[in-house]
C-alpha cells in the first residue's frame, strides 16, 4: 500500500494549505491515517489532564502539527529509498529515468555500438576468469606470509597482545601498522599486523632553491611560449573571434581568480585597471576556454621529455583523485556546513584527478556530496586516459571498481585498516577451504544473482556509457544503502569480487602498493602547491555563483599546471644535457624530482603585467647555473633519515608499553 497513502497524506495537506485552513479546526476523522507507521502512531497523540462534574480524566488529544511533520518525515524517507520519485526534477527522478529507454528492444543494436569488451562478454566467462585468477591469488598470497617473504605482514603471538590491549592499541598505532586482536577463547589462533611505510614529506624540493626566482607573469608569458595556450582563449561573441586578445590582461585575470583576488582588488595592486579586467574577464574568462587551455597544458607536459621518467611503474599511467576542501567568503546554494572541515563556516570540495603531478581533470562538489560518486564522472571526461586510478578511502563505494573496469581501466584504491578489510573478502569456494590459511574469505559470493542480474546490470553500464544522465547522480542513487533491489545487490557483488582481489595484492605485492601510495602522495603535494596559490589572498574562494566557483576553481588548477609546466621544462633540459654527457646517476636523480615547487616563484606582490623587463632566458639561467646535485641528494636522505629515526623511535616506544604492561 505505501507510498499510495503517504501521498494520500501529502494531497491532504496540499488541499488544506489551499483553503487556508488550520490544521486545528480540521477534525480528527478527516485525517488520513493509514500513512503512519504503527511504531509512530502512539507519538501522534498527547496525553491531557481534563476535568469532568470534578474529576479529572485523562484523554489523548490528536496533535495535528506532529502528523503534519511525520508526513514530511515519510516522504523524505521515501526519496532516499528511491520508492517516492519525482521524475521532473534532476536528482529524485526514478533510476528508469535515468536509463536508456527501449532496453529490451535495442539491447544487440546499442551494444553493438559500445562494442565494450565486459559488455559483450558472457557473464559466466567474466566470473570464470575471476574465479581462476582468484584462486592463485589467495593461495600464493598466503604462501608468502607464512614462508616470511612478504616482509610488511607481521605475525604476533596471542600471550604478547593478551598483556593489555590497551597498551597494544597504542604501539599499533605508534609503529603506524594496522593490526587485528586475537580471540581470547582460541589460544593458538594466529594474528597479523601490516605495516604502512611513511609518506615522503618534501614537496618544495631542495634543488629548486639553487634558481632565481621568476615572477608568475613570467612564468605564464614562457609556458604559452612553448605551448600556446592563448589560442584557446576566445571571444564570447563570435563576431569578435579573430580580434587578438590582451594577453597581459588575461594573465592578470588568471592570476587574480588563483589567488582568489578578485579582479576588483587586482586592479589595485597590478598595472591594469578595473575596466579592463572586468571587460576581459567577461568575454574570455569562461569555463569551455580554461578548460581548452588546461588541455593544452597537460598535452605540452605529457610531450615534455622527463614526463615518462615520472611513470610509477613502468610502461603504467597511475593517476589518483582526491578532494580538498575549500572556504567561501559568500554564501550560495553549493557551499554548505561542514564541522569536520570547516568549523561554523561554510565551503566545497575541489576535486581533482591528476596524472604524474599534473591536473588533467577537476570539477567543485558540495561537502555533503560523497566523493567517490563523483569519481566516474571526473574519469570518464577528462582528456588524457590512465592505466590505473586510485583513490583514498572517501573514493570508495561500492560501484566503483566494477565501472572503471567498464572503461577498460583499473580502480587501484589505496586500503587504510587493511586486516579488517582483508576479513570482508569474499570467495568462489566455501570460506571453510580456507579455514588453514591466514587470509580467511567471510563468505561466498554470490555468483548466481550476478547472473540473474546481469541483463540489468549490462542496461546500467550502457547508459552511463551513452551519458544519457549525469554519472554522479546514477551512481549516488546505486551507491545507496536505503535503496534495496536485486539489482543493486548483484552491482555490489560483482564490485565485490573486484576489489577481494585488488586487497589480496595490495598485501601481497610491495611494488603494487607503493605504486598506489606513490601516485597519493602526488596528489597531496598538488593540494599543497594549491593552498599555497590561493592562499595568497587567504585561500577563501569568493565567487557568488556555482558558475564563478568553477571558474576560480578552473583559474587556480591552471596556474599550478603553469607552475608544473615549467618546473618540467627545467628538468627535462638539465636531464637531456646530463644525458648526452652520459652521467647516468645524475639522470637516476633528476628523475626522482617533483615539479610540484613554488620556492624559485614570486606568487604575491606587486603584479606588473605590462611592459615587463625582461623574460626568463632557460638557456642562460640553466647554463649559469652550478648544480650541487651531491649537496641535494644528501639533503633529501637527511629529511628521510629524520622520518625513519622518528618511526624507529615510536616502535621502541610501543614495545616499552607493551613490557611494562606484561
Same mark, same amino acid.
Given at each position: 500500500?505505501?507510498?499510495?497513502?503517504?501521498?494520500?497524506?501529502?494531497?491532504?495537506?496540499?488541499?488544506?494549505?489551499?483553503?487556508?485552513?488550520?490544521?486545528?479546526?480540521?477534525?480528527?476523522?478527516?485525517?488520513?491515517?493509514?500513512?503512519?507507521?504503527?511504531?509512530?502512531?502512539?507519538?501522534?497523540?498527547?496525553?491531557?489532564?481534563?476535568?469532568?462534574?470534578?474529576?479529572?480524566?485523562?484523554?489523548?488529544?490528536?496533535?495535528?502539527?506532529?502528523?503534519?511533520?511525520?508526513?514530511?518525515?515519510?516522504?523524505?524517507?521515501?526519496?532516499?529509498?528511491?520508492?517516492?520519485?519525482?521524475?521532473?526534477?534532476?536528482?529524485?527522478?526514478?533510476?528508469?529515468?535515468?536509463?536508456?529507454?527501449?532496453?529490451?528492444?535495442?539491447?544487440?543494436?546499442?551494444?553493438?555500438?559500445?562494442?565494450?569488451?565486459?559488455?559483450?562478454?558472457?557473464?559466466?566467462?567474466?566470473?570464470?576468469?575471476f574465479k581462476d585468477e582468484f584462486d592463485l591469488?589467495?593461495?600464493?598470497?598466503?604462501?608468502?606470509?607464512?614462508?616470511?617473504?612478504?616482509?610488511?605482514?607481521?605475525?604476533?603471538?596471542?600471550?604478547?597482545?593478551?598483556?593489555?590491549?590497551?597498551?597494544?592499541?597504542?604501539?599499533?598505532?605508534?609503529?603506524?601498522?594496522?593490526?587485528?586482536?586475537?580471540?581470547?577463547?582460541?589460544?593458538?589462533?594466529?594474528?597479523?599486523?601490516?605495516?604502512?611505510?611513511?609518506?615522503?614529506?618534501?614537496?618544495?624540493?631542495?634543488?629548486?632553491?639553487?634558481?632565481?626566482?621568476?615572477?608568475?607573469?613570467?612564468?605564464?608569458?614562457?609556458?604559452?611560449?612553448?605551448?600556446?595556450?592563448?589560442?584557446?582563449?576566445?571571444?564570447?561573441?563570435?563576431?569578435?573571434?579573430?580580434?587578438?586578445?590582451?594577453?597581459?590582461?588575461?594573465?592578470?585575470?588568471?592570476?587574480?581568480?588563483?589567488?582568489?583576488?578578485?579582479?576588483?582588488?587586482?586592479?589595485?595592486?597590478?598595472?591594469?585597471?578595473?575596466?579592463?579586467?572586468?571587460?576581459?574577464?567577461?568575454?574570455?574568462?569562461?569555463?569551455?576556454?580554461?578548460?581548452?587551455?588546461?588541455?593544452?597544458?597537460?598535452?605540452?607536459?605529457?610531450?615534455?621529455?622527463?614526463?615518462?621518467?615520472?611513470?610509477?611503474?613502468?610502461?603504467?599511467?597511475?593517476?589518483?583523485?582526491?578532494?580538498?576542501?575549500?572556504?567561501?567568503?559568500?554564501?550560495?546554494?553549493?557551499?554548505?556546513?561542514?564541522?569536520?572541515?570547516?568549523?561554523?563556516?561554510?565551503?566545497?570540495?575541489? $576535486?581533482?584527478?591528476? =596524472?604524474?603531478? +599534473?591536473? !588533467?581533470?577537476?570539477? %567543485?562538489?558540495? &561537502?555533503?556530496?560523497?566523493?567517490?560518486?563523483?569519481?566516474?564522472?571526473?574519469?570518464?571526461?577528462?582528456?588524457?586516459?590512465?592505466?590505473?586510478?586510485?583513490?583514498?578511502?572517501?573514493?570508495?563505494?561500492?560501484?566503483?571498481?566494477?565501472?572503471?573496469?567498464?572503461?577498460?581501466?583499473?580502480?587501484?584504491?589505496?586500503?587504510?585498516?587493511?586486516?579488517?578489510?582483508?576479513?570482508?573478502?569474499?570467495?568462489?569456494?566455501?570460506?571453510?577451504?580456507?579455514?588453514?590459511?591466514?587470509?580467511?574469505?567471510?563468505?561466498?559470493?554470490?555468483?548466481?544473482?550476478?547472473?540473474?542480474?546481469?541483463?540489468?546490470?549490462?542496461?546500467?553500464?550502457?547508459?552511463?556509457?551513452?551519458?544519457?544522465?549525469?554519472?554522479?547522480?546514477?551512481?549516488?542513487?546505486?551507491?545507496?544503502?536505503?535503496?534495496?533491489?536485486?539489482?543493486?545487490?548483484?552491482?555490489?557483488? $560483482?564490485?565485490?569480487? =573486484?576489489?577481494? +582481489?585488488? !586487497?589480496?595484492?595490495? %598485501?601481497?605485492? &610491495?611494488?603494487?602498493?607503493?605504486?598506489?601510495?606513490?601516485?597519493?602522495?602526488?596528489?597531496?603535494?598538488?593540494?599543497?602547491?594549491?593552498?599555497?596559490?590561493?592562499?595568497?589572498?587567504?585561500?577563501?574562494?569568493?565567487?557568488?555563483?556555482?558558475?564563478?566557483?568553477?571558474?576560480?576553481?578552473e583559474c587556480c588548477r591552471f596556474v599550478a599546471?603553469?607552475?608544473?609546466?615549467?618546473?618540467?621544462?627545467?628538468?627535462?633540459?638539465?636531464?637531456?644535457?646530463?644525458?648526452?654527457?652520459?652521467?647516468?646517476?645524475?639522470?637516476?636523480?633528476?628523475?626522482?624530482?617533483?615539479?610540484?615547487?613554488?620556492?624559485?616563484?614570486?606568487?604575491?606582490?606587486?603584479?606588473?603585467?605590462?611592459?615587463?623587463?625582461?623574460?626568463?632566458?632557460?638557456?642562460?639561467?640553466?647554463?649559469?647555473?652550478?648544480?650541487?646535485?651531491?649537496?641535494?641528494?644528501?639533503?633529501?636522505?637527511?629529511?628521510?633519515?629524520?622520518?625513519?629515526?622518528?618511526?624507529?623511535?615510536?616502535?621502541?616506544?610501543?614495545?616499552?608499553?607493551?613490557?611494562?604492561?606484561?
Amino acid at each position: 500500500m505505501w507510498p499510495s497513502p503517504l501521498i494520500k497524506g501529502l494531497s491532504f495537506l496540499k488541499e488544506t494549505w489551499k483553503s487556508q485552513q488550520p490544521l486545528k479546526q480540521i477534525d480528527e476523522a478527516q485525517f488520513p491515517k493509514e500513512c503512519i507507521p504503527e511504531g509512530l502512531l502512539p507519538y501522534l497523540y498527547d496525553t491531557v489532564s481534563v476535568k469532568v462534574n470534578d474529576q479529572v480524566m485523562i484523554k489523548k488529544v490528536f496533535n495535528v502539527y506532529a502528523y503534519e511533520f511525520m508526513v514530511y518525515g515519510q516522504l523524505a524517507n521515501g526519496i532516499d529509498s528511491g520508492a517516492v520519485f519525482i521524475n521532473n526534477s534532476y536528482s529524485f527522478k526514478s533510476l528508469a529515468q535515468d536509463l536508456l529507454p527501449n532496453w529490451q528492444d535495442n539491447k544487440t543494436e546499442i551494444l553493438d555500438q559500445l562494442n565494450n569488451p565486459m559488455l559483450n562478454t558472457p557473464i559466466k566467462e567474466q566470473l570464470q576468469s575471476f574465479k581462476d585468477e582468484f584462486d592463485l591469488l589467495i593461495l600464493a598470497v598466503n604462501q608468502r606470509i607464512s614462508k616470511g617473504e612478504n616482509k610488511q605482514v607481521k605475525l604476533k603471538q596471542n600471550k604478547v597482545l593478551k598483556a593489555s590491549s590497551s597498551t597494544d592499541q597504542d604501539s599499533s598505532d605508534a609503529t603506524n601498522s594496522d593490526s587485528v586482536q586475537p580471540n581470547i577463547n582460541t589460544p593458538d589462533a594466529k594474528t597479523w599486523s601490516f605495516s604502512y611505510p611513511k609518506k615522503d614529506k618534501i614537496i618544495n624540493n631542495p634543488f629548486f632553491e639553487q634558481l632565481p626566482k621568476g615572477s608568475l607573469n613570467q612564468v605564464l608569458r614562457l609556458v604559452n611560449k612553448h605551448c600556446n595556450f592563448m589560442k584557446e582563449f576566445i571571444h564570447v561573441k563570435s563576431r569578435y573571434s579573430k580580434t587578438p586578445v590582451d594577453e597581459s590582461a588575461v594573465f592578470a585575470c588568471i592570476t587574480a581568480n588563483a589567488t582568489n583576488y578578485g579582479i576588483y582588488q587586482m586592479a589595485t595592486i597590478s598595472d591594469i585597471n578595473y575596466n579592463k579586467l572586468s571587460a576581459i574577464s567577461q568575454h574570455y574568462l569562461r569555463l569551455e576556454t580554461l578548460n581548452n587551455a588546461n588541455n593544452c597544458l597537460n598535452h605540452g607536459i605529457a610531450a615534455l621529455p622527463i614526463f615518462k621518467h615520472w611513470n610509477l611503474l613502468e610502461d603504467l599511467r597511475i593517476a589518483a583523485l582526491d578532494g580538498r576542501k575549500v572556504q567561501t567568503r559568500i554564501r550560495h546554494i553549493l557551499a554548505r556546513h561542514s564541522s569536520k572541515y570547516f568549523g561554523q563556516k561554510r565551503g566545497i570540495v575541489s $576535486y581533482s584527478l591528476n =596524472l604524474n603531478h +599534473m591536473s !588533467i581533470n577537476g570539477k %567543485i562538489i558540495s &561537502p555533503n556530496s560523497h566523493e567517490s560518486h563523483h569519481a566516474y564522472d571526473l574519469i570518464y571526461n577528462a582528456l588524457m586516459p590512465a592505466d590505473w586510478y586510485c583513490g583514498d578511502t572517501h573514493s570508495i563505494n561500492q560501484l566503483n571498481s566494477s565501472l572503471l573496469r567498464l572503461l577498460s581501466t583499473k580502480f587501484t584504491p589505496h586500503i587504510k585498516k587493511i586486516v579488517d578489510k582483508a576479513k570482508k573478502i569474499g570467495s568462489f569456494n566455501d570460506p571453510d577451504t580456507y579455514s588453514d590459511c591466514l587470509i580467511k574469505p567471510e563468505k561466498k559470493f554470490k555468483l548466481d544473482l550476478i547472473e540473474e542480474e546481469w541483463d540489468n546490470l549490462q542496461h546500467i553500464y550502457a547508459s552511463l556509457l551513452m551519458r544519457e544522465t549525469s554519472q554522479s547522480v546514477v551512481v549516488s542513487k546505486l551507491s545507496s544503502h536505503k535503496r534495496t533491489s536485486k539489482t543493486r545487490d548483484a552491482l555490489w557483488e $560483482y564490485d565485490k569480487i =573486484l576489489m577481494s +582481489m585488488h !586487497i589480496l595484492k595490495f %598485501i601481497d605485492d &610491495p611494488d603494487y602498493q607503493q605504486a598506489i601510495r606513490g601516485a597519493q602522495n602526488r596528489i597531496e603535494g598538488y593540494h599543497q602547491l594549491i593552498a599555497k596559490i590561493s592562499g595568497v589572498n587567504g585561500g577563501k574562494f569568493r565567487g557568488t555563483t556555482e558558475a564563478e566557483l568553477a571558474i576560480w576553481n578552473e583559474c587556480c588548477r591552471f596556474v599550478a599546471n603553469c607552475i608544473i609546466y615549467y618546473s618540467g621544462i627545467i628538468l627535462s633540459k638539465i636531464y637531456q644535457e646530463q644525458e648526452k654527457l652520459g652521467n647516468t646517476e645524475i639522470l637516476e636523480i633528476i628523475k626522482r624530482f617533483s615539479p610540484i615547487a613554488w620556492c624559485h616563484i614570486i606568487l604575491d606582490g606587486f603584479y606588473q603585467f605590462k611592459d615587463v623587463a625582461e623574460a626568463i632566458d632557460l638557456e642562460q639561467m640553466i647554463s649559469n647555473l652550478v648544480f650541487d646535485f651531491d649537496k641535494v641528494s644528501k639533503t633529501i636522505t637527511k629529511e628521510k633519515a629524520k622520518v625513519t629515526s622518528k618511526t624507529q623511535s615510536n616502535k621502541s616506544k610501543g614495545k616499552a608499553k607493551i613490557q611494562a604492561a606484561a
